[in-house]
């Protein structure tokens, strides 16, 4: 006597009995791929589905398991390009795999052998699990494919860098590509000049903004410009600092006259100018500065359009006049309170400079538009908009933060949501810290940020 097992050698003449062996080879194909084909089918081809099920399970709970170790280094491996061109080939050998061993398990269940209602739900089911699955597996590495583009396009070769008295500091320099300027030789110059501080612990971030008529500004000693300018930058010294442009004349008087001074601007790509507004921003606030950030005007409209545009309370109205011809009539308004902004508006809501506004309250407008930029990008919204996101990265941002560190910084960037964002805008109307743009202080700015950032812990109350 013979015992016949009815997975793989069944009684085909039963409906109920091959729908009741076609939903657990069902069940099995979703929970463990292969296991059907190894007690029904193709046994070499069960082998390699339950090894490759096995294999991706252990990469995963190994992934979860240093995620609770320490978060930074999954993002910091999610962010080489190395590993995600592997991550990119598991997942496309993976959707590949599961769509095989679905249509594979569809044909050992035989369907015309099931019963007359299982003949369409059968097929129906396999289809949305595989669509899970194998669908699922092509869009992560579709993501990972975009990931690998933005850290080619952003980062730089290079180890990563450790924090500066627990931060890391940057200076933005958003730049205005206006082809206008050619005439002067000035085809790229700073349109605004921040300096970002971001806590490496908790994620909080500093903004700072300074004024382009910013006079005075003092090289640190270990600055090449420093032996150009002992005395600071200023109207009397330098031939482009003038009554309404001082601070981002810097860019163009190292690209123009001082290259030479910079010979590492060359390696990467970027101006000299670029390294000569870094030293500039250091000798204004005393912060080492670490990284630059260029944001093209362009890219930004980009970004924010790719995010969906942008929530921003506006708090009063701006008029968007054309600004290439003075006090021309007002057409356009962005009005007062809380607006959804396509990327052009809140690029003029950020530049506009149409009367009574002027520069200094542009300043501030850009703070308010760096402070809704960090809100908009949360997880959720930068995932669902991801592939248009990551094409931007190059057009937006050009920077020498290193590739490894990227991971880190997506770490970081993760827990300045709920760590808070200070924004301040040095002006003489400042109701945080005024200065005079002419006659400075820069001991009490520097003194001013040192005391932001590293606030005396409140005493305890007595007993």
């Not at 290439?324 to 007002?330: A, G, K, N, R, T």
Request: proline content about 7%; glycine content about 8%; aromatic content about 10%.
């Amino acid at each position: 006597m013979t015992s016949t097992n009815p997975i793989r050698t069944p009684d085909t003449t039963s409906p109920r009995i091959m729908t009741n062996r076609g939903v657990w080879l069902l069940v099995l194909n979703f929970v463990f791929p292969g296991s059907v084909q190894a007690i029904a089918g193709n046994r070499r081809l069960g082998r390699i589905g339950m090894a490759s099920t096995i294999v991706g399970w252990a990469l995963i709970i190994l992934l979860l398991v240093i995620r609770a170790i320490s978060q930074a280094t999954v993002l910091s491996m999610f962010t080489m390009p190395f590993f995600l061109v592997l991550a990119q080939i598991a997942l496309v050998y993976f959707a590949i795999l599961w769509l095989v061993l679905t249509f594979d398990t569809l044909r050992l269940v035989r369907i015309v052998k099931t019963g007359p209602r299982a003949r369409y739900w059968i097929p129906s089911v396999a289809i949305v699990l595989v669509a899970v699955l194998s669908g699922g597996s092509v869009y992560a590495s579709t993501l990972a494919g975009g990931v690998t583009r933005l850290v080619t396009d952003l980062g730089v070769a290079g180890p990563a860098v450790a924090p500066i008295d627990g931060h890391y500091n940057f200076v933005v320099l958003g730049v205005d590509g206006d082809q206008k300027r050619s005439k002067d030789g000035f085809n790229l110059r700073p349109d605004s000049m921040q300096v970002v501080s971001v806590d490496a612990n908790t994620g909080k971030i500093f903004s700072f903004s300074f004024p382009r008529d910013l006079h005075n500004i003092p090289f640190p000693a270990s600055s090449p410009m420093h032996k150009i300018y002992p005395n600071g930058y200023t109207e009397s010294a330098a031939d482009y600092c003038g009554t309404w442009a001082c601070l981002n004349t810097i860019y163009v008087d190292a690209e123009i006259n001082h290259a030479n001074l910079y010979p590492q601007a060359k390696k990467l790509g970027v101006s000299p100018g670029v390294f000569a507004m870094m030293d500039a921003a250091e000798g204004i606030t005393g912060l080492k500065i670490q990284f630059y950030a260029i944001a093209d005007m362009q890219g930004l409209v980009d970004l924010i359009d790719a995010l969906g545009g942008v929530d921003i309370n506006v708090p009063y109205p701006v008029g968007l006049a054309n600004m290439d011809v003075p006090d021309s009539e007002v057409k356009v308004w962005i009005r007062a309170g809380q607006q959804h902004l396509d990327g052009w508006h809140a690029l003029m809501f950020a530049r506009s400079r149409h009367a009574p506004t002027g520069d200094y309250e542009r300043m501030k407008r850009q703070q308010l538009l760096m402070a809704a930029l960090q809100k908009q990008m949360n997880p959720v919204n930068v995932l669902s908009k991801f592939q248009e996101v990551s094409k931007t990265g190059g057009r937006i941002l050009k920077t020498n933060v290193p590739q490894p560190m990227f991971g880190t910084l997506v770490d970081i960037a993760m827990k300045s949501r709920t760590a808070g964002y200070t924004g301040v805008a040095f002006t003489p109307y400042s109701d945080q810290f005024k200065i005079y743009p002419h006659d400075p202080s820069f001991t009490k700015i520097k003194a001013y940020i040192h005391t932001l950032m590293n606030p005396k812990p409140t005493p305890s109350p007595s007993n």
